[in-house]
C-alpha cells in the first residue's frame, strides 16, 4: 500500500494532478472511507463538475482505466478485488450526498448552520455580486444619517475622485476585509503641502542668488504634490549633477534632504488622511451591504467569506465549528491549492487541523492537497502562493510530486521546456509521456496579429481539423469579443464558441422564453417582438397561454410554454432553467431574480471553435491551440494601494502615488515587490497558455509591445500539422423535454435482492435505474414515459451506456402494451416506493395501487430465476397491507424482460 494520510502533491501542467486527485478520492471510497465526509473543493463550478463526472465514469469502466492500476498501488488491494468491489463503491456513491463543489458554495453550505448568528436567515440565497443602485442609494442614506456625507464629498475632491471610483476601491476593499483592519485606521487631517512648497522656495533662492539659467529656475516650482513627486533631483543624492552642479554646495544638498524628508512625511500624512476616511466610508459600506442582506436574503460570494471569517474570528468558537460540522468531513482534498486565499485557508483552517490531529490511516481522516505555483494567477483575487509552501510546513504534509506530461505531445513538451528553464523560479524540465511524430509548434510574429490568427485558423481547418478541437487563447474578455466576430466575419460558416461571457439567460432559445414570459406577464409588445425574432416565430403566431394561466407556479408555465411553442432544442441550458424556475413560487419573483442571475450557460454550440482567455483556460485541454498575443497595448494600470505581505501575511498598505519611491524607501521597496509579483504573475499565465494544448501550439505575436516579450520568442516551426484521429462523437439528437423532480424515495436495499440477480447486466446501476425510471414515471403514459426517461438521463447517463439507457425505456414501455398492467392501473391512486414497516423490518413496495374495493400492489422484477422467493416476497407485502386496510389486498409480480412484459399473479 503506497497511501499517505496527509499529502501535498506539487506538479507541472499536465502531469496528471487531477487524474491524480480523482484516483485519491477513489482509493479513499475503496479504502472504506464514506462518501459524504469527502470534501473535495475546485475553484471553479467547471472543474467541480467535470470532476464529479470523472468519478463516476472511471468507477463505471473501471476495469478500462487507467485509474485501476493507481489505485491498487494506493489501497493496497488487488485489481481483481477493486473490480469486485466496484458495483458496491458505485451504488455506494449514487446513494450519497457526493460533496465535490466549488470552495465558495462549501463555504455557503457552512454559513447556512450558522446563518441566524449573523441575522440571515438560513435559505439566504446567493447571486451576483451588486455594486447596484440600491447599495449607493443605501449607502448615501447611512452617509447622511452618519454625518457622513460632507467628508464623503470632500473626500472625492480631495483625491479627485468620482464616486464610482471610490465605490469600487470600497467594494475591493471589501474582499480584503478580513486581511485588513480598515476600522483600525485612525481619523486623520489632510496635510499642508506648505512646508514642502517652502523648503522647494529655499532651495530656488539659492540657486537664484547664484546665476541658476531661468531653465534650471524653473525646476523650483511647483503647485501640488504631484508636480513636486516628478521633480527628477529627488531621485539624487545631491545637486552635483547637471547645471545644478556648478553652484551645488553642502547647504543646498542638505536642503534638498530637508525636502525628501518633508515630502515623505507629507506622503505618509495624506496617506494616513485617506486611509483614516476610506475607514469611515468603509464602515458605512460594509453596513449597508449588511442591511441590505438582511432585506433582501441575497448575498454575494465575498458576503459569505467576510460573514463566515468575522464569525470565526468573533462571533462564535473555533469549537463549536467543530461541534456543528463534526462528522461532516474526514476527508479533505483541495485542487488549485495555489489559488487558495489567505482567508479562505484561516476558514478551512479548523477542519483542517482536526483532520491532522487524527492518527492518519488509523482514524482514517486525511488530507491531500494538490497545486502548481506555476499556474498561481489570482493573485488580484487575494490568491497566494506562498500559502502552499505555508501549509506544506506546517501541516507537516508529505510532498509528492510527478515529472511526465501525459497531455501534451513530445513537441509541446520539450517547447515548453525551452521557453520556461532559467525563466520561471523553480521550472523543473518535464518528460513527455506521449510518442513524438504527432505534434506540432509554431511561433509567428509580425506586426498585425489579427490576420496571423485568422491566418492560422484557416490553415488549421484545412487540414481537416474540427472546429471544436480548436481553441483560440486570448488575454480579456474584450479580445474574446474582438475575435468573435472578426472569424464571424472571415469564416461565416464557421460556429464559434465565446466561453468567457456567455450567461444562461442570453442563450438566444432561453432569451426568447423570458421575453415571452414577460410578454404574457407584462403584456407589453415590445417582449411580443423580441420573442418573435428571437424565436423565429412570425408576428401572425397568437401569443396566448394554452392550458396554463400566468398564475401558475413558473415551472409548470415555462414547461406548457416550451411545450406549447416547440421551444426544446435538446440544450443541457433548458434543464439549468427549469432548475431555476423550479425555486419560485410565482412569476413575478422568477423574473426579477433572472435580471440578476448569473449561472453560465453549459452548452452553447458544443461543436464550434472555441475562443476563450487564457485565465478561462486554467485546468482545461484542447487538442489544437491558438494562442494569441493581446490586442492594444499592454498596460499595467497601478492600483491606487498597494499591499506588501510578509509570505502570507498582511504587513502594510501604501496609498500610491507617482514619484514617491524616491522620498520613502519602504515604499520603494513595497513598490519593487509589487512589480515582482506583477511580472511572476504574468509569467505564470503565459505558462497556463503555454500548456493547454495536446497535439499542436501555434503562438502569435505581435512584434512590438507584446505580452511575450520576456519569451524571447523567434519564429519556429517544428512537426507536422495532422487531424486527431479520435472520432468525433456523434451528435445528440435534440432529447425530448426533461421536468426536473426531487428523486427522495428510493431506496436501494429494498431492491438489492433483484438486482443481485439481474441477468441482463449484472448490474446493481441498472437496476437502480430500472426502480427510479419506473418511480418518475407518472401516470403510465407515453408522454410522461419520455419525460421520466430524461430524468433518468440526466442522472444515470454518466453511469450506464446508451444502450444500458435505451433498454431501460423499451422495458418500461413494454408495460404501455400489456393489458392487464393498465387495466390494473386504470382509476387507482397509484403509490410509488412505499416504505413499509413490517416484521421488524424496513420493506419499500414498488407500486401501491389504491382501488375503491380493493387493493393492489405489485413488485417489479427483471427475471424469473428466483420465482419463489419473489411470490414469498409479495405474500409478505400482501400479508401487511392486509392489516393496514379492511378492503382485500391483490399482489403481483411484474417481470420485466427486453423482450416484454409478464404480470404474474400471487396466488
Ligand atoms: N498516469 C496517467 N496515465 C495516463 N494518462 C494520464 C495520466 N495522468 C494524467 N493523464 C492524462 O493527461 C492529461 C493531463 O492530466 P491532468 O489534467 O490530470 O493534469 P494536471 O496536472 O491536472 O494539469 P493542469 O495543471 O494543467 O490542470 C489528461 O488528459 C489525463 O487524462
Known amino acids: 500500500m503506497n497511501f499517505s494520510p496527509y499529502l501535498a502533491l506539487e506538479a507541472s501542467a499536465g502531469s496528471g494532478k487531477t487524474f491524480a486527485l480523482s484516483v485519491r478520492y477513489l482509493s479513499l471510497l475503496f479504502m472504506g472511507a464514506n462518501a459524504q465526509k469527502i ?46 468491489e ?162 551645488a554646495n553642502e547647504t543646498v544638498n542638505a536642503l534638498l534632504h530637508e525636502l525628501k524628508e518633508a515630502l515623505r512625511i507629507h506622503c505618509d500624512a495624506k496617506e494616513a488622511y485617506f486611509l483614516g476616511e476610506l475607514g469611515k466610508l468603509f464602515g458605512v459600506y460594509d453596513e449597508s451591504l449588511r442591511r441590505l442582506m438582511r432585506a433582501n436574503g441575497e448575498l454575494g460570494f465575498d458576503d459569505v467569506t467576510n460573514l463566515l471569517y468575522t464569525l470565526l474570528r468573533e462571533e462564535i468558537h473555533k469549537d463549536f465549528l467543530y461541534f456543528r460540522l463534526d462528522g461532516t468531513v474526514e476527508h479533505l482534498l483541495i485542487d488549485e491549492f495555489q489559488d487558495t486565499s489567505v482567508v479562505q485557508y484561516e476558514i478551512l483552517l479548523p477542519l483542517i487541523e482536526e483532520i491532522r490531529a487524527g492518527r492518519g490511516v488509523k482514524d482514517f481522516k486525511t488530507l491531500f492537497f494538490v497545486g502548481d505555483v506555476k499556474q498561481s494567477i489570482y493573485r488580484f483575487r487575494g490568491g497566494a502562493k506562498e500559502l502552499f509552501g505555508y501549509a506544506k510546513e506546517s501541516l507537516h504534509l508529505a510532498v509528492d510530486s510527478l515529472d511526465t506530461n501525459y497531455r501534451s505531445s513530445p513537441e509541446v513538451v520539450a517547447f515548453v521546456n525551452e521557453i ?9 524540465t518535464q518528460k513527455a509521456a506521449k510518442k513524438e511524430g504527432e505534434g506540432y509548434i509554431c511561433v509567428r510574429i509580425d506586426e498585425c496579429v489579427e490576420s496571423l490568427v485568422l491566418e492560422e485558423i484557416g490553415r488549421v481547418l484545412e487540414k481537416g481539423i474540427k472546429p471544436k478541437d480548436i481553441a483560440l487563447l486570448v488575454h480579456t474578455n474584450k479580445d474574446a469579443k474582438v475575435f468573435k466576430a472578426l472569424i464571424q466575419e472571415h469564416f461565416p460558416s464557421l460556429h464559434v464558441r465565446l466561453e468567457a461571457t456567455l450567461k444562461l439567460t442570453e442563450v438566444r432559445s432561453i432569451k426568447a422564453m423570458i421575453s415571452l414570459l414577460k ?37 409548470v408555465v415555462v414547461q406548457m410554454l416550451i411545450e406549447h411553442y416547440g421551444l426544446y432544442d435538446g440544450s443541457q441550458d433548458w434543464l439549468r432553467f427549469l432548475e431555476v424556475a423550479s425555486r419560485y413560487e410565482e412569476i413575478e419573483s422568477f ?25 478561462k483556460s486554467k485546468g482545461l485541454e484542447f487538442e489544437h491551440v491558438i494562442l494569441c498575443d493581446k490586442l492594444g497595448r499592454d498596460t499595467t494600470q497601478s492600483d491606487t494601494l498597494l499591499f506588501s505581505y510578509d509570505a502570507v501575511n498582511l504587513q502594510e498598505v501604501h496609498l500610491t502615488m507617482r514619484g514617491r519611491e524616491s522620498v520613502d524607501s519602504g515604499y520603494e ?35 512590438d509591445n507584446s505580452v511575450f516579450e520576456s519569451l524571447n520568442l ?41 438486482l443481485n440477480e439481474s441477468v441482463e447486466v449484472g448490474s446493481m446501476t441498472f437496476g437502480i435505474a430500472q426502480h427510479y425510471l419506473l418511480e418518475m414515471w407518472d401516470g403510465f403514459e407515453k408522454e410522461s414515459l419520455e419525460r421520466a426517461y430524461l430524468a433518468l438521463r440526466n442522472r444515470f447517463a454518466s453511469v450506464l451506456d446508451e444502450g444500458a439507457l435505451q433498454r431501460l425505456y423499451q422495458r418500461a414501455e413494454h408495460l404501455l402494451t400489456c393489458k392487464d398492467f393498465l387495466s390494473l392501473v386504470q382509476g387507482a391512486n397509484i403509490l410509488k416506493e412505499q416504505p413499509l414497516m413490517y416484521q421488524k423490518e424496513r420493506k419499500q413496495i414498488d407500486l401501491l395501487l389504491e382501488h375503491p374495493d380493493k387493493i393492489v400492489v405489485i413488485d417489479y422484477k427483471s427475471s424469473k430465476k428466483e420465482s419463489a422467493k419473489h411470490h414469498a416476497q409479495v405474500a409478505l407485502y400482501q400479508e401487511a397491507l392486509s392489516q393496514i386496510y379492511t378492503l382485500p389486498v391483490e399482489g403481483y409480480i411484474c417481470y420485466l424482460g427486453n423482450e ?3 404480470l404474474v399473479k400471487n396466488l
Open 519 to 555: 410578454y404574457l406577464y407584462f403584456g407589453d409588445e415590445i417582449y411580443k417582438a423580441s420573442f418573435c425574432t428571437l424565436s423565429g416565430m412570425s408576428w401572425g403566431t397568437p401569443l396566448s397561454m394554452v392550458s396554463c394561466t400566468m398564475h401558475q407556479p413558473p415551472l
Open 86 to 247: 466496484k458495483e458496491h463503491v458505485l451504488r455506494h456513491l449514487l446513494q450519497a450526498d457526493i460533496k465535490i463543489s466549488t470552495l465558495d458554495a462549501f463555504f455557503a453550505l457552512i454559513l447556512r448552520h450558522f446563518a441566524l448568528n449573523v441575522g440571515l436567515q438560513p435559505d439566504f440565497s446567493i447571486g451576483e455580486e451588486t455594486l447596484d443602485e440600491k447599495l449607493i442609494e443605501q449607502f448615501i442614506a447611512l452617509c447622511k444619517s452618519k454625518n457622513l456625507y460632507r467628508s464623503l464629498i470632500a473626500f472625492t475632491l480631495q483625491e479627485d475622485k468620482k464616486l464610482g471610483d471610490v465605490f469600487s476601491l470600497l467594494h475591493f476593499l471589501y474582499q480584503k476585509k478580513s486581511e485588513l483592519r480598515l476600522d483600525a485606521f485612525p481619523e486623520a487631517s489632510y496635510p499642508s503641502l506648505q512646508p514642502c512648497l517652502e523648503i522647494l522656495e529655499r532651495i530656488r533662492v539659492y540657486f537664484e542668488a547664484c546665476g541658476l539659467s531661468t531653465r534650471g529656475l524653473a525646476t523650483f516650482q511647483a503647485q501640488s504634490l504631484g508636480e513636486l513627486l516628478a521633480k527628477k533631483y529627488l531621485e539624487r543624492e545631491d545637486f552635483g549633477y547637471w547645471d545644478y552642479k556648478k553652484y
Open 39 to 84: 470534501v473535495a473543493l475546485t475553484f471553479t463550478n467547471k472543474s467541480a463538475h467535470e470532476m464529479k463526472t470523472r468519478i463516476f465514469e472511471t468507477l463505471k469502466d473501471l476495469e478500462n482505466k487507467e485509474e485501476l492500476h493507481a489505485i491498487a498501488e494506493q489501497t493496497g488491494k488487488s485489481e481483481e478485488v477493486l473490480l469486485r
Open 669 to 703: 521597496k513595497a513598490k519593487e515587490r509589487e512589480q515582482s509579483l506583477n511580472f511572476e504573475d504574468r509569467l505564470n499565465a503565459l505558462y497556463v497558455a503555454f500548456t493547454r494544448a495536446k497535439r499542436s501550439l501555434c503562438v502569435c505575436a505581435k512584434s
Open 591 to 615: 423574473l426579477f431574480a433572472l435580471e440578476r442571475l448569473s449561472d453560465e450557460a453549459k452548452s452553447e454550440d458544443s461543436e464550434g471553435l472555441r475562443v476563450l482567455t487564457v485565465h
Open 420 to 428: 520556461f528553464t532559467g525563466k520561471m523560479k523553480g521550472y523543473e
Open 714 to 754: 523567434t519564429p519556429l516551426e517544428r512537426g507536422i500539422l495532422s487531424q486527431t484521429e479520435a472520432s468525433v462523437a456523434p451528435s445528440l439528437k435534440p432529447l425530448p423535454l426533461f421536468f426536473p423532480k426531487a428523486y427522495g424515495t428510493q431506496n436501494i436495499s429494498a431492491v438489492e435482492d433483484e
Open 900 to 902: 416484454g412484459v409478464e
